[in-house]
């Protein structure tokens, strides 16, 4: 009996061994890994965005005084969080970090990276990189001359309404979105897109849209977008850190959907730089009438139809009458901005809800709750 269960196993690894092997590279990663991680950035290739200006965080006279409450508490325990840290009036007034991380460890942002490229897309436009967000698309890449593509315009990627064809899915291996992140020929997968509806007709969530984007600043700048954030945005505020971005091969393309790898700390500086209205020691980094636009409800473009919990790249809580933006990433990473408190809040982690209540994963307002208590 044993010989027999025995032949079997070696059977199925056999069979399991014929299918990987002619499985495309990006799906052989996808079994072998299988399931995307914050530590991810230690299995691809990366482009440091250097730290030329470091500068430490000032500590608040309330600094760490107050304790989270057990609820809350066990909430964060519950999705694995690995930091939560809260700047208040640029000063840092709150930080834990857990599961043997700390406030030198990096960790992949995954989509929160958007809301990092929509920024990138401002200091652009300022400098006259891009003439504006209605700027088409098929100025700066060829492959959306001819066709529907060629009546997409900068604005429809900033708010998810390209109407390109995509399949944003995370679990299957042989997903397109799969594909961009283990993959190794981005500008490929841009170049071979196809539109499946018509541009500026609705939201929808897709990550290419994004990667469409850095091309465009890729091509506007002549720069790849980690050497442009580095000049123009992580010198300027003072990042603590050297930050990675993770690319689909040696001297590539940046994973520009995601794969932004930095700490809690300088991700509260990011968070800061919107509280500030795109602002850092009195330089304008960012536009503030880009921030404004940004940071508010999107109207799609040519319509009054509005996308009540996005913007250009940032999500927007409505919480209490309140409107929060933010920038959110799959595994619960989460750079809120708390205007009426004049605060920034970092979340970290390796999980996050799978419930939704209105566009946003349940866990967001958790966290939310836990900082307007700790501010109290």
Same mark, same amino acid.
């Given at each position: 009996? @044993? ?19 002619? @499985? ?6 996808? +079994? ?43 909430? /964060? ?6 930091? +939560? ?13 857990f599961l043997g991380y700390d406030q030198n460890e990096i960790s992949n942002s995954f989509s929160a990276a958007k809301s990092i490229v929509s920024l990138l897309v401002g200091i ?32 429809? @990627?900033?708010?998810?309404s390209s109407g390109i064809e995509w399949d944003e899915a995370y679990i299957s291996p042989f997903s397109k979105t799969t594909d961009a992140y283990y993959g190794d020929d981005l ?69 520009? +959907? ?16 919107? /509280? ?23 109207? @799609?473009? #040519? ?27 799959? /595994? #619960? ?6 205007r009426d408190e004049n605060a920034v809040v970092v979340r970290l982690g390796k999980s996050r809800s799978k419930l939704y209540t209105d566009e946003h994963p349940n866990d967001v ?12």
């Amino acid at each position: 009996m @044993l010989k027999k269960i025995g032949g079997y196993t070696i059977l199925v690894v056999i069979f399991l061994g014929i299918i990987y092997f002619f @499985l495309p590279n990006y799906a052989q990663k996808a +079994f072998l890994h299988l399931t995307a991680d914050i530590d991810d950035y230690k299995i691809f290739e990366n482009r440091t965005i250097a730290a030329s200006n470091p500068k430490e965080w000032k500590l608040s006279p309330q600094y760490n005084q107050y304790e989270m409450g057990q609820t809350y508490q066990d909430e /964060l325990d519950s999705y694995e969080t690995t930091a +939560f840290l809260i700047v208040k009036d640029t000063a840092l007034y709150y930080q834990q970090y857990f599961l043997g991380y700390d406030q030198n460890e990096i960790s992949n942002s995954f989509s929160a990276a958007k809301s990092i490229v929509s920024l990138l897309v401002g200091i652009a436009i300022e400098e006259g990189k891009i003439e504006s967000v209605f700027q088409p698309v098929s100025d700066f890449l060829d492959s959306f001359q001819e066709g529907e593509k060629s009546k997409i315009v900068i604005k429809d @990627l900033l708010t998810m309404s390209s109407g390109i064809e995509w399949d944003e899915a995370y679990i299957s291996p042989f997903s397109k979105t799969t594909d961009a992140y283990y993959g190794d020929d981005l500008k490929k997968i841009v170049n071979d897109l196809e539109v499946s509806d018509a541009p500026a007709k609705e939201f929808a969530y897709k990550s290419i849209n994004t990667q469409i984007l850095a091309e465009i600043l890729e091509s506007a700048t002549g720069q790849s977008i980690s050497d442009y954030a580095a000049n123009r945005f992580w010198r300027k505020i003072g990042a603590e850190y050297d930050a990675l971005w993770s690319l689909d091969k040696v001297g590539g393309m940046e994973k520009a +959907f995601c794969c932004f790898n930095s700490t809690a700390r300088d991700f509260a500086r990011i968070g800061q730089l919107v /509280l500030n209205n795109g602002s850092w020691n009195d330089e304008q980094v960012v536009p503030a009438d880009y921030i404004e636009m940004a940071t508010k409800p999107a109207q @799609l473009t #040519g319509s009054e139809k509005s996308i009540p919990h996005y913007g250009y790249q940032w999500w927007i809580l409505n919480y209490k009458g309140k409107q929060i933006p933010y920038a959110r990433g799959i /595994l #619960g990473q989460y750079i809120f901005v708390l205007r009426d408190e004049n605060a920034v809040v970092v979340r970290l982690g390796k999980s996050r809800s799978k419930l939704y209540t209105d566009e946003h994963p349940n866990d967001v307002y958790v966290y939310v709750e836990a900082a307007y208590e700790l501010l109290k």
